[in-house]
């Protein structure tokens, strides 16, 4: 691959989202469609040209000149916006002048996570708003926001028709929010910002396991919200702790060939002690006030685990406590599933199998791997071979991602390795 088509592909996945805000500030965000394709018009030329011509000096201006550009052109052709452009043309050829850079200046001091408060409009669907978020302002493939959700890729397409359609139909600009609009969406935002770092923690993307990139724009942003009045809370702050606990980790995540690592498996001594140090920061700032959300309850276990000085050291008890209470203030079979792993670290796999007990997971869950994983896992320890691979075939079939097809593959072969080992050293009581 050529470094002017690696440069492209490397700004489709950070400048996106950025040019997509930035331009939908300026002309409102029910342009929101001739606004991405624009964006994606831009990006495509980029490819094209830099690839003959080289790349230019400055790759960001040259792509926000371009879309900018596209952008006027195609909705000075029609008719119906004609005297929209009439009355912000000032604005616009002011703009040509600068470089986008200086065009970052906001009340929120970023069009990106400006953006985001305008996708988590209350008159669009709680799932439309994150759908449309994702799609538009953070570079997220259909397939990518499906397996986050919990959905099928038609669901998504749906859920993103109607959020365009609601934003089509919505007169004001992005920067018209007023206080309580701010406040309002709060909530969503921090939705948001969280499936971006969990996508970038564990990707989707069959080529990427980890996406470094989104973690560290998500806690860009999510740090400037809990630096603004508007987001400065106890749960800002408790997101702002695990994201930075659960990045602490990321360099050891994965071996020399990119193969991800279970967490037993990790050297320690790779861990980041400064994010570590700013995790536990973050989570004393956000035991101000009597606040306590699934990011405090999360945050708190991301702790244990970076805190433990070996794996068969954690404190489970600790953990297992985090995820009942995550469980009462964020109610979740996905949570269950977790505080069933952890109870089988803390009293043996029968006692995790037993909080799964007459659970029927839903839909969601039990088309995901992540169940068919444990109950995988589970039951292998619990010296149930044939549970174990009926369960572990189940799981790698919906693997998302070959990295994740071959962890679960490992963590059967270890079990069942165990399980051999211990039935060697058995004695025959016949």
Same mark, same amino acid.
């Given at each position: ?348 796999? /029968? =006692?995790? !199998? *037993?909080? +799964?007990? #007459? ?6 869950? &039990?088309?995901? $791997?992540?169940? /068919? =994983?444990? !109950? *995988?896992? +589970?039951? #292998? ?6 549970? &174990?691979?009926? $369960?572990?075939?189940? =799981? ?20 069942? =390795? ?13």
């Amino acid at each position: 691959m050529s470094d002017a088509r690696q440069l492209a592909e490397h700004f489709f996945r950070h400048e996106y989202g950025r040019l997509v805000a930035i331009l939908a500030r300026r002309t409102g965000a029910q342009h929101i469609e001739a606004v991405e394709d624009a964006v994606q018009g831009a990006l495509m030329s980029g490819l094209e040209s830099w690839t003959v011509g080289g790349v230019p000096e400055d790759p960001t201006a040259w792509l926000f000149r371009v879309a900018r550009n596209r952008l006027w052109d195609a909705l000075r052709k029609e008719t119906r916006h004609r005297r929209l452009m009439e009355e912000n043309a000032t604005e616009w050829a002011a703009d040509i002048e600068q470089e986008p850079e200086t065009l970052i200046v906001a009340d929120v001091h970023d069009d990106l996570l400006r953006m985001l408060f305008v996708c988590c409009d209350e008159a669009i669907p709680t799932e439309s708003q994150l759908v449309l978020a994702l799609k538009v302002l953070c570079g997220f493939e259909v397939r990518e926001i499906a397996h986050r959700l919990f959905t099928s890729e038609a669901n998504v397409y749906k859920r993103l028709a109607r959020a365009r359609e609601r934003l089509r139909a919505t007169p004001p600009r992005t920067d018209e929010l007023t206080g309580e609009q701010y406040a309002s969406r709060l909530i969503g935002v921090r939705r948001i910002l969280y499936l971006m770092f969990t996508e970038g923690y564990l990707s989707t993307r069959a080529e990427t396991a980890i996406r470094r990139e989104l973690c560290a724009e998500a806690m860009r942003l999510t740090g400037i919200l809990a630096g603004h009045p508007i987001g400065r809370s106890p749960e800002s702050s408790a997101l702002m702790a695990l994201m930075h606990l659960h990045a602490a980790r990321l360099s050891a995540r994965q071996d020399d060939a990119g193969g991800l690592l279970l967490l037993e498996e990790q050297e320690r001594g790779l861990w980041d002690p400064t994010e570590v140090a700013l995790g536990l920061s973050w989570l004393a700032r956000s035991a101000e006030g009597n606040d306590f959300t699934r990011y405090h309850a999360e945050a708190a276990i991301a702790a244990e685990h970076c805190l433990a000085p070996t794996f068969a050291a954690t404190r489970w008890d600790k953990v297992v406590e985090c995820y009942e209470l995550l469980e009462r203030v964020a109610p979740s079979a996905l949570h269950r599933l977790n505080r069933a792993v952890a109870v089988a670290e803390l009293h043996g796999p /029968a =006692a995790g !199998l *037993a909080v +799964l007990d #007459g659970c029927e997971p839903p839909t969601w869950l &039990a088309g995901s $791997y992540m169940w /068919a =994983a444990v !109950l *995988a896992d +589970l039951h #292998g320890r619990c010296g149930d071979a044939n549970a &174990a691979s009926r $369960y572990g075939r189940l =799981a790698c079939e919906m693997a998302p991602t070959t990295a994740v097809r071959q962890l679960l593959q490992r963590r059967l072969q270890i079990v069942q =390795a165990a399980q051999s080992a211990q039935a060697v050293r058995r004695p025959d009581l016949r």
